[in-house]
Structure formats: structure tokens, C-alpha cells
């Protein structure tokens, strides 16, 4: 096989695995072969330009940069939907329908997604254009985002027309969403209100790399085009389905509105195990001769129509405000409720955001509030029941001093947020950040947990996290539900977390935008921690993905003169603040994207030992031969049987001495 083809057939399984992966919800090899495969294709196409595609798999990590997005009008408009919202709706719609069209009418009943609509562009099987909706007539050419959508075929299969167009909806599944937001969290920064808005910014990023990231999903829902040999609704979506795209199995053709209403009614019930957010059912004539006489109003196709569902809702005493401060110091609303029947759970509390959004509402104490659970992951207050306000009550007045320390907040401009400025005299901002830093992804002590933090910084045992370092047992044990053993416990783990590497220790000074990947990211490129301290903010943003906030948020941190005196001490106590120096000598990554097996008895490393050293230079060790392994380090005795497989599979063997050799 020639490299030409080598790449055609990377680029084929690629595809096959992607595709198995992400629209099928079916891998069919791990992560870690995945990830190998696509470095081999990187590493022949950086070597061999020639045999650029743009549809390539590896291009879904994006990477191209678009300042103004092209705009673009639309082949065939994007429409807009009627709603309905009662089974007479519904039957008034067919009424119309029955007197513009002959025969029986059946219905294709599909779920509304409710992300971000999209229209994509297919010539000869190759995906050409991702487009917006924007106002329906002309929207914005998306493309290189979309392109970083796994489940968007980037080439299709089976028997495809020529040229189509085929919408449907970009949205951010609650998993992911949830995981964006906790990572947002952890580095101290505010959380995305809502999956739809999330999604439509995320196409809209002028880095397709960062769009990339985010594990969003296209979930289609019709082909238009010309000459297309399609006859209904119910055989588009079969038909997108067997080209390779992601087309929801919720659908159901239906011959009744009657049929139309159970199936809305079970929606409307289950959708919440559904993996993504649904906002109604969408229902369509499913013939398409039918559908063509009866075309479009101003607005929308007459052969559809959106059912919604009723948001769920419940109203609701607000008998309080308190205000939370974080471990940044960003203040946070809560209303207190009278608690609540909601989708199946009690409600008590809800978030009220920031200033703005109390105001806007114009949200008072005693008041009787709507609230609503969206994709958000704390309920909100999205109204006021006006009607039922008490005729003296007051506007609120949001705090101006911090409810823990009195100091009087502060607001950046362009911020939403009220900010405690009090650092370090602040309990709730100390004693997050020490919970911060002793979480499980940063130091993880063990034995530790966030409440005896609290009550060790109540007890002014420490006002800090290096000060852990200097606790005794015999201050811990008279604690609350502290013992012998416990105390111990807790000792030990401070101990122990002397040997947190160094990419997590930054992580856990809790340096505002500074999350585990840019605290890797920085350690990786400045190896310790002084080199850190000395980077000007121009060469931290030459870092690759650090960006000019997270560069002046570092600056600021260590302009802080009690911070340094923090790391100094940290220093002292033999906390990791460089990579260490073993782990800097040893490291390569000489035997990237290679698989080896190891066999036999060796001479000068044990086996342990020769395997540490294929993982420490990058590659990774597999216990049994295959066609993916890339060869067999033998030592004396290695088995007949191994010895039979490696020959079959034409795998070659090396000696111990010779593997040293490539390492060194
Ligand atoms: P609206 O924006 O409320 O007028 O609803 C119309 C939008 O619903 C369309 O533009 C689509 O983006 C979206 N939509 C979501 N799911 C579907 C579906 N299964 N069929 C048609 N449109 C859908
Ligand atoms: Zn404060």
C-alpha cells in the first residue's frame, strides 16, 4: 500500500468509527486506538500536503480562525413554525388542511429539538456549507464550525442524490452542558445560563478549535432539494438516516390527531430522559405531493405545525433573599421559596443570577414568583405574579456591602457580578478556596472534607491553605466528630499531597479562569512555578489557548504580595511547584502512537520497569499481540506461542538491548 492510500484508508475507518461513535451511540474501538489512528493520519498528512481534503477526519478538531462570518442566502428559505397548544388547535389545523388538499392525511410526529437550526449543503456526498437560519431568507456560513460537529457526516454513505440540503438543529446535550459548566465553575468563572443559547454562541466562536470542545450534537430532520425520489416526510428521515446522518428514532407516523395527542402526551412525560433539550413536538403532513399543494404562508409551511410543551412551571411564595459569596468573591442572589412541587422534585430555592436580572423582573420579597426548570440545573424565576403583589411592597435594594465581611462589594464594568473585594479577610472566599484546593482534582486530600475545612478556619486554625500544612494532630483530634484515627487520616493525607505534581497544584491555588487544562497548559510550557511568576502578560498569551483574560488574571495573582508569600511557603513545605526532575529526565514522547508488547524474562530492567519506561516515553504497553501492535520487546523465554502470533502478523521483535537503544 502506497502513503496515498494508506491516508485514503485512515481517513475511511476514521470515518467508520466517527460515525459509529457519535451517530450511532456504538464505538466499536476505545478512545485510546481512536486517538492513535488520528495521530498516524495527522502525522502522514503533515508530511504529505499534497494529499490535503478538507473533509478529512482530522480537521474536526478545527483550528481555522473566521473574524466576520459570510452571509449567505438561503437556496430554499428556513421557515418558521405555527404553534398550537390545545387538541382544538390541532383539529383546526386539519380542517384548514383537509379543504386544500384530497385524500386521507397522515402525520409524521417528531420531537422539537430545541438548540440552534442549521442548514447543511451536500454536492456529490461531501458536506459544502453549514448555514444559520439568521432571519429564514439569508443566514451565516458556519462551516468551519460545523465541520468540528462529530456527528455531522463530513462525507456520506449509501445511495445519496447529488445535490440537497438537509436542516436540522445544533444542541448541547445536558451531559456535556453540565460538565462545561462545572468546569467554568472550578475555574472561577460564571456558568452558561442554558444549553439552546450555548449552543447557537458555540457556532458562532471565531476559533473553530474552541468550538471543537464543545461536545455538541446535529440532529436532523429533513432534505430539501430538487428531483430528490422521495414520496413522504417518514422516508426523508429513514432515508438522511442511511446516509450517515443523526436523525432522532423518536419519530412515528401517525393517521389521527387523536394519535398526533398520545404521542405529545407521552413526550410531554418522558422527554426528560431524553439525552438533549425538547421544547414541543413538531407535526408534519408526511405526504409530499400533499405537502406541495398545500405550501407555505408568509411565515411557515401549512403542513406543519409545532404542539409546545407547556414549560414546567409552578408558582410560588418568595419569602427571602439571601446573597451567597463564592470562593472568587462573586456574590450570588437565592431566593428562598415557600417550597414547591416541580418535574418531580421540591423546590426551595432558585437562582436570581445577579443586579440586573432581580431588577429587570423587578423581583420583591413576599411576592408570588413563577418558577421554571429549563436545562438549567438549578431551577429559575422567570416572572412575577403581579396580580397577587401586596400593593406596599418596596422595590428591592440589592446589597451593597458583603453579607459575611461588610466590606462594600464592587463591580467591574461589563460585569453582571457584585464582587467582595475582601480576599483575604473574607470566610466564605477562605474557606472556598481551601475547599478548592483540597478537592479531588486538585491536592485531593483524603481525609479532609469541605465541612472540617470550614470548621478548622472558624476555629482559626488556619486562615489558609498552606497553613494545613502546618496542622498537629492534637489541634485536630478536640474538633467535632474528630477522633485518634481520623486526626491521623487527615495528617497523613496533608502529607501526602507533597507529591501532587506540579500541573495540579496550580490548579489548586484557585488563580481566577486558571482550570485544570490551563493550569496544564502552563505548566507544561513554564515547567515551575517562578518562571510563571516572571512571564509578562505577552508572553503568557503567546501560550497556546491562554488568552489575554486568563493572562491578566495570572498577573493579578501574583502581583499579590500575599500570594507569593503563599507559594513561598508552599515551596518550603515541599509542595510540587516545578515538574520534577525525574519525571522532566525520563519523559519523551520518542514511542508516540506505538503499541508494544513485552515477553520474556530481561537482563538489565525488570519487566515493570521496561514497561514504565515505554509509558513514560509515550507509548503504551498491551498485554496481547494484534495487528495494532507495533512490535514485541523479547527477552530470554519468550513464549512459543506469542513467538507463533508475532510471526503470523509479520510483527517484528527486538531485543532489550535494542529497545534501550531507541529510548535513549
Ligand atoms: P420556532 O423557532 O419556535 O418558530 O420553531 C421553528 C423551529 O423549530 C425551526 O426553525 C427548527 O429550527 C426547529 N425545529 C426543531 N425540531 C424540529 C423538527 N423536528 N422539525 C422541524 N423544525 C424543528
Ligand atoms: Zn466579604
Known sequence: MNTEQQIHQLREELRDHNYKYYTLDAPAISDYEFDMKLKELQELERKHPEFYDSNSPTLRVGGEITKNFETVVHEHRMYSLDNSYSKEDLLDWEKRIKKLVDGDINYTCELKYDGAS???????????????????????????????????PLKLKGNFPPKFDIRGE???????????????????????ANPRNTASGSLKLQDSSETAKRPLDCLLYNITGDRLEIVTQYENLKKARDWGFKVPVESKLVTSIDEVLEFVVYWDEHRHNLPYET?????????????????????????????????????????????QVGRTGAITPVANLEPVQLAGTTVKRASLHNADQIEKLDIRVKDVVFVEKGGEIIP????????KRNQNSLPTIYISECPECNTPLIRKEGEAQHYCPNYQGCSPQIIGRIQHYISRKAMDIEGLGGETVALLVNEGLIKNYVDLYELKKEQVIPLERMAEKSADNLISGIEKSKEIPFERVLFALGIRYVGETVAK??????????????????????????????????QEFFDSEENRIL???LKEYGVQLEISAEKLANQTDILQGQTVVVSGVFEKVSRNELKK????????????????????????????????????????????????????
Do not use: C
Open 118 to 152: 442549521i442548514s447543511l449543503t451536500y454536492e456529490k456526498g461531501v458536506l459544502v456549507k453549514a448555514v444559520t437560519r439568521g432571519d429564514g431568507v439569508q443566514g451565516d456560513n458556519v462551516t468551519t464550525n460545523v465541520k468540528t460537529i462529530k456527528s455531522v
Open 170 to 192: 445544533i444542541v448541547l446535550p445536558y451531559e456535556g452542558f453540565a460538565k462545561m459548566n462545572q468546569e467554568r465553575i472550578a475555574a472561577g468563572e460564571e456558568p452558561y
Open 279 to 323: 421544547d414541543g413536538v413538531v407535526i408534519k403532513v408526511n405526504d409530499l405531493q400533499q405537502q406541495e399543494e398545500l405550501g407555505f404562508t408568509a411565515k411557515a409551511p401549512r403542513w406543519a405545525m409545532a404542539y409546545k410543551f407547556k414549560a414546567e412551571q409552578a408558582s410560588t411564595m418568595l419569602e427571602e433573599i439571601t446573597y
Open 380 to 387: 429559575k424565576i422567570v416572572g412575577v405574579d403581579f396580580q
Open 521 to 554: 497548559k502552563l505548566a507544561k510550557h513554564y515547567k515551575n512555578i517562578n518562571a510563571i511568576i516572571e512571564a509578562s502578560e505577552e508572553e503568557l498569551v503567546n501560550v497556546d489557548e491562554i488568552g489575554i483574560k486568563i493572562a491578566q488574571s495570572v
Open 567 to 569: 507559594v513561598n511557603r
Open 613 to 664: 519506561l515505554i509509558e513514560d516515553n509515550g507509548g503504551k504497553v498491551s498485554s496481547s499481540i494484534s495487528s495494532k501492535t507495533s512490535y514485541i520487546v523479547a527477552g530470554a523465554n519468550m513464549g512459543p506461542s506469542k513467538l507463533e502470533k508475532a510471526n503470523k502478523l509479520e510483527i517484528s521483535i527486538i531485543s532489550e538491548d535494542e529497545f534501550l537503544d531507541k529510548i535513549k
